[in-house]
């Protein structure tokens, strides 16, 4: 096939969506089953054993600086690379049923700060408002020249997670992902024919209800969504309208670090465990003239526990082969998580 090991997406010819290949990412380091619990750091503040922390030389030799604060680096592993190997010609056969596109892009890792046993929310809030200043400064950077930009964190050896050393990715394409999308469509169907963004004219709605809300502060709001198909999955909203995090203003930044820490503290005090999740921003795509009065920016938060520490939601069976299936209603999950504290399980024990 013409597309040798490069990066390519493949057509889904039965449901319309695309799946990302990449050949050659296959020698990528795993830490996640090495470490106990769901992938959590063993309380140590450095390991040397460990590819991300400050001063440590990476699985293909790299050494990371003596960073403090956060710190980001290009994947050693990139799924979508910046070129391509070789040739990497588009696949259009069987009447355009079989079909293929290279991607090209970046993939880049964001440790969150120098500590390897610290979490999001075990973090102090002001180093968690760099974070954020970060995730900003790379969609800017990224989204120059990508046309999504796709900010992300697996957390915990349940969700894939390879290394227990607190990190997001980054992975940023020359394409439209599929989830991107279809939220793109929704988005912008909705907004042409009200005339007010999607997300907005739910939040005012969730608002008035108020039994799927989890944190709140002048400027974000957490809930569990309406729809939400994971137990504990939550929506994060700024209540101001910004199409994109690099639309961010002070204010904006500084409360979505103080709401991050609070909702993140909540999902760990559930069941006193470091809560496994993955997570990610969704804003308007970029590289493109088009404003996207349409977006509403916004995070997921998608955990896979269902019962405790041990007992994962299965997106098995029925939920593969014919639509998402959950049994605890969105409003007592949203119940259970406002009923927790805002003092992390662990604050004292830690030390930071
Ligand atoms: P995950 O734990 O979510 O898989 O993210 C870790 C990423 O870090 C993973 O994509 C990269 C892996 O490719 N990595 C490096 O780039 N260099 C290393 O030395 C270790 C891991
Ligand atoms: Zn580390």
């Not at 964001?110 to 075990?122: K, N």
């Amino acid at each position: 096939m013409a597309l040798g090991k490069n990066s390519h997406r493949r057509l889904n010819a039965l449901t319309g969506e695309w799946l990302l290949v990449s050949p050659h990412r296959v020698d990528r380091p795993w830490d996640g089953a090495r470490s106990k619990g769901s992938g959590e750091a063993a309380g140590l503040r450095y390991s040397p054993d460990c590819y991300l922390c400050p001063g440590n030389v990476r699985k293909l030799g790299a050494r990371n600086p003596d960073y403090h604060g956060p710190y980001v680096f290009d994947n050693d592993f990139q799924a979508i690379r910046p070129e391509h190997s070789g040739p990497a010609d588009p696949v259009l056969e069987c009447d355009g049923l079989v079909a293929a596109s290279p991607v090209l892009g970046t993939c880049r890792v964001i440790c969150f700060s120098e500590r390897h046993d610290l979490s999001l929310p075990e973090l102090p809030e002001r180093s968690i408002v760099d974070i954020v200043g970060l995730w900003s400064e790379q969609v800017r950077e990224l989204g120059a020249r990508h046309r999504w930009v796709q900010v992300f964190e697996n957390k915990g050896a349940v969700m894939g997670c390879s290394n227990p050393h607190p990190h997001g990715q980054i992975w940023a394409g020359d394409f439209l992902p599929n989830e991107a999308s279809k939220e793109d469509a929704r988005q912008r169907g909705y907004h042409a024919s009200h005339g007010v963004p999607l997300l907005c004219r739910y939040l005012d709605w969730e608002l008035e209800r108020g039994e799927r809300i989890v944190a709140e502060n002048d400027e974000w709001v957490a809930l569990v969504p309406w729809w939400a198909m994971w137990p504990f999955e939550t929506l994060l909203l700024p209540r101001r309208r910004f199409a994109r995090m690099t639309d961010l203003d002070a204010p904006a930044r500084d409360g979505l670090a103080q709401v991050l820490k609070r909702l993140l503290t909540r999902y760990d005090n559930v069941w006193e465990i470091s809560f496994p999740y993955s997570m990610g921003w969704h804003g308007a795509p970029t590289a493109t003239d088009d404003p996207g009065d349409h977006w509403q920016l916004h995070a997921h938060f998608y955990p896979p526990l269902l019962r405790s520490a041990d007992v994962k939601k299965f997106m098995v069976g029925y939920e593969m082969l014919a639509e998402a299936q959950r049994d605890i209603t969105p409003e007592a999950a949203a119940e259970l998580l406002r009923a927790q504290g805002e003092v992390h399980y662990r604050a004292g024990s830690a030390g930071a």
